[in-house]
């Protein structure tokens, strides 16, 4: 075969694959799927809040706490403080901000949820305060945990516990007032490194696990994993992936909570983000099904990105997905969060300066 003949096959070979991989990546980023917008029921604008990027749910006390941060003032001046938000679903009324005794900078993210039989209920709060040769963004800043004790309208710092492996950190969920799971978004360290690991979607992220001292990687293999969340009898821990598009399962040893059997997963075909348990045990997650319009809209509000919330059900075998709720972009553009609270679902949004309380009609 002639040397030219050969270069044209090998250039053909190259130009296919960069095709194929071009095509299935427009394909998983939701690039070709139509958007058909639904939800049984009616939602409200709650304002007075910016950045809602997670939400968890105290059924006993009757309030949603959430995580808000202004990432675009962030990105911007390097300087917006987050807080932690408490609202009645259904109220309608301002969130209330709850004050603090954390010293350092407030860059809210994942939040979990401990309810204490012996005390004080606790939050866990994934923060990332700045790096001092670092930029003002997520991809730049230090990930730790911070642990709270819920006071009546105020949060009291009880630790500030961080990974001395420099773990990049997105969500958090405690099995104990004192350890818990988070999920590890990214395993690059460079930012070109972190961006090529998204887009490529290289599987290089993981799930952590914490305690007093210090936060370590119990898991990895997993791409973009976010959200994280327990069964009510703590026997699985579930793990979202955002790029990955897959939703697992992962059996706990009884005895020994960092160790972890994956027991099923899923395909969930949208950029699942993070999760949030019902009472009846299924899995609502806010989710992307147009990822490739997000990275759009985290640099200009004007492109809005899709929104979603799917419920799975899982029966210790596997799981079954449905959608719930799907707009195009308005009113909540880039869905992070969905959590439900009887008939209704509160639903947060990354960037948005509000939230969605929507009510469910069946």
């Known amino acids: 075969m002639r040397r030219r003949s050969k270069i044209l096959i090998g250039a053909g070979v190259v130009v296919a694959g960069v095709s194929i991989f071009v095509l299935d990546l427009l394909r998983d980023g939701g690039m070709f799927r139509e958007i ?73 993210h994942g939040i979990g949820l401990w309810k204490n039989p012996e005390g004080a209920d606790r939050l866990f709060v994934v923060n990332h305060p700045n790096r001092a040769d670092g930029g003002a963004n997520m991809d730049d800043s230090a990930s730790e945990v911070l642990v709270f004790e819920i006071g009546e309208a105020s949060l ?22 004192d350890t818990f799971y988070a999920s590890i978004d990214k395993g690059a360290k460079s930012r070109f490194g972190r961006m090529a690991e998204t887009f490529v979607r290289l599987p290089l992220g993981g799930i952590a696990r914490g305690n007093e001292f210090n936060i370590w990687k119990i898991e990895g293999g997993l791409t973009y ?17 955002t790029t990955g598009q897959h939703l697992f399962a992962y059996k706990r040893d009884a005895s020994d909570g960092s160790k972890l059997t994956r027991a099923a997963e899923t395909d969930t075909r949208t950029g699942a983000d993070n999760i949030e348990i019902a009472p009846d045990g299924s899995l609502w997650i806010g989710a992307h099904p147009v990822a490739l319009a997000f990275p759009g809209h985290a640099k200009d509000s004007a492109k809005r990105s899709p929104s979603q919330v799917i419920r799975a059900t899982f029966d210790g075998k596997g799981f079954d997905v449905e959608e719930i709720y799907l707009n195009d972009g308005d009113p909540l553009s880039g869905s992070s969060v969905a959590a439900p609270v009887g008939d209704h679902i509160l639903i947060g949004a990354v960037f948005d300066p509000f939230f969605l309380d929507c009510k469910r009609t069946e």
């Open 36 to 108: 058909e917008p639904h939800f049984a029921g009616s939602c409200e604008k709650i304002g007075g809040v910016v950045g809602v990027e997670d939400i968890t749910y105290d059924a006993e006390g009757g309030f949603a706490y959430l995580s808000s941060h202004d990432r675009r003032a962030w990105r911007q001046t390097g300087s917006a403080e987050g807080g932690i938000y408490r609202y009645r679903a259904g109220s309608h009324a301002s969130p209330l901000v709850l004050s603090h005794d954390y010293e350092g900078e407030l860059h809210p």
């Open 156 to 177: 009291h710092l009880v630790r500030t516990v961080r990974s001395e492996a420099d773990l990049s950190l997105n969500d958090v969920i405690p099995d104990s007032a």
């Open 225 to 241: 994993p976010n959200g994280v969340a327990l069964s009510a009898d703590g026997d699985y821990l579930f793990v979202a992936e």
